[in-house]
Structures are given as C-alpha cells and as structure tokens.
C-alpha cells in the first residue's frame, strides 16, 4: 500500500510513489497507490462531540481494509514545517483507531493490532535533508515512535530527499534524480 499526499501532479511525491510501485510490480506485488488529494479520497477533517458515540465513517472503514491487506505501508509525502501535510496527518487520524490499530490490556498496557508489517517513509523537503534525520526531529520521531512502532508496524526504510526548493532548477532535478534509484533499491 503507498500512500502519497501532494496536492500538485507534478510533484516530486508522484515520481517517487510511482518509482517504487514500478520496482514493486516488476518483483510480482500486488500495489494499491492511495493519493489524498484525489476526489476519491477527499474526507473532510475528524470532527465529532463525543468520541464514545461517533459511528465509523466510510472512508475509515476503506482505509482499514487497505491496511489489513497490506504487508508493507509505504508512505511518500513532502515536509513541510517539519512534519507531513495535515491531508496526510488526517489520513492518520482516520486510520489508526483504538480496536483497530491498538487496544488496551485491562491493565491499561498498550496492545499493538498490526504486527508482522512493515513501513517505509519517503519525503521530499525543501531545505537539507540531514536535518529530518536528526533523532529528535518531530518528522522520524512522528512516523517511526508515534505511530508506527506504537501499533506494531516495523518501520524499515526512511528516507528524505532535501535541497529542492534550496538548488532551484537543473541542480535540483539532478539531484532528485540521483534520488530516485534509492527508491528503487529499497523496494
């Protein structure tokens, strides 16, 4: 499952989902590329009075099953303020629900539901890459400790491509594309 969030077609996201949705389908995987900003997965933000109440919406029942049914959740999207678009944070806010992603012992200790899979982070960002991966920059800590590892996912690849807004023109795509063979390699 690749799930990627930008909302400009021509963005760096596509390429690189596209990429590794190419090398995956060329090794025999079955692939299902979900884009956030398509009509098909517009959802406005969670909003409700009292959670305890709230029924399950469609789009999370669809999204659920996407994750069920994946071994792998690759996630591609660009950085900004150092964290993913909200689109993508929504996606999350949708998805990953106590009972379905988690559950509580009776003791209160943290149960995770979606062992056995894993996760790959594949960003895009405008300034230097190394500085996301810093150990205490909220972008690794969000995707790797937050959430992921929070409900049994094993994140196995993390990877930003920096500079592109810093390198404008033929030094930027140079450089995205020295990028995208790395994609490749890690599917």
Same mark, same amino acid.
């Given at each position: 499952? #690749?799930? /990627?969030?930008?909302?400009?077609?021509?963005?760096? *996201? @596509?390429?690189?989902?596209?990429?590794?949705? =190419?090398? &995956?389908?060329?090794?025999?995987?079955?692939?299902?590329?979900?884009?956030?900003?398509?009509?098909?997965?517009?959802?406005?933000?969670?909003?409700?009075?009292?959670?305890?109440?709230?029924?399950?919406?469609?789009?999370?029942?669809?999204?659920?099953?996407?994750?069920?049914?994946?071994?792998?959740?690759?996630?591609?999207?660009?950085?900004?303020?150092?964290?993913?678009?909200? #689109?993508? /944070?929504?996606?999350?806010?949708?998805?990953?629900? *106590? @009972?379905?992603?988690?559950?509580?012992?009776? =003791?209160? &200790?943290?149960?995770?539901?979606?062992?056995?899979?894993?996760?790959?982070?594949?960003?895009?960002?405008?300034?230097?890459?190394?500085?996301?991966?810093?150990?205490?920059?909220?972008?690794?800590?969000?995707?790797?400790?937050?959430?992921?590892?929070?409900?049994?996912?094993?994140?196995?690849?993390?990877?930003?491509?920096?500079?592109?807004?810093?390198?404008?023109?033929?030094?930027?795509? /140079?450089?995205?594309?020295?990028?995208?063979?790395?994609?490749?390699?890690?599917?």
């Amino acid at each position: 499952l #690749i799930v /990627k969030a930008h909302p400009s077609p021509l963005g760096h *996201v @596509h390429k690189i989902a596209d990429t590794y949705a =190419e090398a &995956k389908k060329s090794q025999g995987h079955d692939v299902t590329i979900v884009d956030l900003y398509s009509q098909e997965y517009a959802e406005e933000f969670l909003t409700f009075t009292n959670i305890r109440e709230m029924q399950t919406l469609p789009i999370q029942k669809k999204f659920e099953e996407q994750i069920t049914w994946a071994n792998e959740i690759v996630v591609v999207h660009p950085v900004w303020w150092s964290l993913p678009p909200a #689109i993508m /944070k929504n996606w999350v806010d949708l998805t990953f629900w *106590v @009972h379905f992603a988690y559950k509580y012992s009776p =003791e209160g &200790k943290i149960l995770p539901l979606l062992t056995g899979k894993t996760a790959k982070v594949f960003a895009t960002a405008g300034g230097s890459s190394w500085y996301y991966y810093l150990p205490l920059m909220p972008l690794a800590s969000f995707w790797k400790m937050a959430l992921f590892n929070f409900v049994g996912i094993k994140v196995t690849d993390f990877k930003v491509c920096g500079n592109l807004d810093k390198w404008r023109g033929e030094r930027a795509d /140079k450089h995205f594309e020295e990028f995208l063979p790395q994609i490749k390699n890690s599917a």
